[in-house]
């Protein structure tokens, strides 16, 4: 499976994936995850949104990272945020991190990019028995028409068309965006589904902040920069300046426990 280096598009990547609904946490405390006091293992932290929001609720949490960019802005926004948060370069199959030590791992926004089998073997390695997996993936939807401008004035620039990202586009069904197979392999696996929702949330954005969230999309992130830049050059130009840009998302969430 074809990887995509976020690494070139970690400024905008940083901006656009703050967008973190304040439910995501609620929702996960009403549901007896709490993550104060609790070793937390956030895989495929990006430049640390949700690392950040771990902290917040006084989880010991360290943001596991393959990309040097994104690691060094997540590095960077503990600076700027004022927080202490380990960061360490690691995947999903190989993160460094000890055995048996950690009660919760997160996963947000990745899942797709793993090679899933020896995530699950990485993720039993260092929960604690009885520990929680969670599995996040949360984006905008397509129905809002200028969601459709953007798909239609881009769709030259993507060759084979604009695809799911990732290990995604082998599914050949879906529930909530999560292909059905990553049920079937995490109960093979002897992770137990405990929970499994939705939430619905709305973002605002200018339309340079829009702009933005497109190019850290995998399939536009994964083009040459030369032709990247003149596809949101293009873009910019071609989206109207009725500003902002109020883009329905939903956030869909997978509780595990190890059995």
């Known amino acids: 499976m074809e990887k995509v280096d976020f690494g070139q598009v970690s400024n905008s990547y940083a901006r656009a994936r703050e967008d973190i609904p304040t439910s995501l946490m609620e929702s996960l405390l009403i549901r007896n995850i709490n993550f104060e006091g609790k070793k937390v293992a956030d895989i495929g932290a990006g430049t640390g949104a949700l690392t950040r929001k771990i902290a917040m609720r ?21 600076i700027t945020k004022n927080y202490t948060i380990p960061y360490r370069q690691g995947t999903a199959e190989s ?34 028995p009885k520990g929680t997996l969670l599995v996040i993936e949360s984006g905008f939807l397509t129905e809002p028409t200028v969601v459709q401008k953007t798909f239609d004035m881009l769709s030259k620039y993507a060759a084979g068309g604009l695809k799911p990202a990732g290990s995604k586009v082998e599914a050949k069904r879906r529930i909530n965006g999560f292909p059905v197979e990553w049920f079937e392999e995490w109960q093979s696996s002897g992770l137990e589904l405990r929970d499994f929702y939705k939430l619905e949330y709305a973002v605002s954005f200018t ?46 969430v997978c509780i595990l426990r190890l059995s």
């Open 58 to 78: 006084k989880g010991d949490v360290v943001g596991i990272e393959p990309s040097p960019e994104l690691l060094e802005r997540a590095k960077a926004l503990n």
């Open 95 to 128: 993160t460094g991190l000890e055995d048996f030590k950690f009660d919760i791992v997160t996963v947000m926004r990745a899942w797709h990019w793993f090679d899933r089998e020896q995530a699950i073997d990485e993720i039993k390695r260092i929960l604690k």
């Open 207 to 252: 339309k340079q902040a829009w702009v933005d969230r497109v190019e850290s999309v995998s399939w536009l992130a994964g083009l040459e920069e030369p032709v990247r830049k003149q596809a949101l050059k293009d873009l910019f130009q071609y989206l109207q300046d009725d500003e902002p840009y109020v883009i329905p998302h939903d956030c869909n």
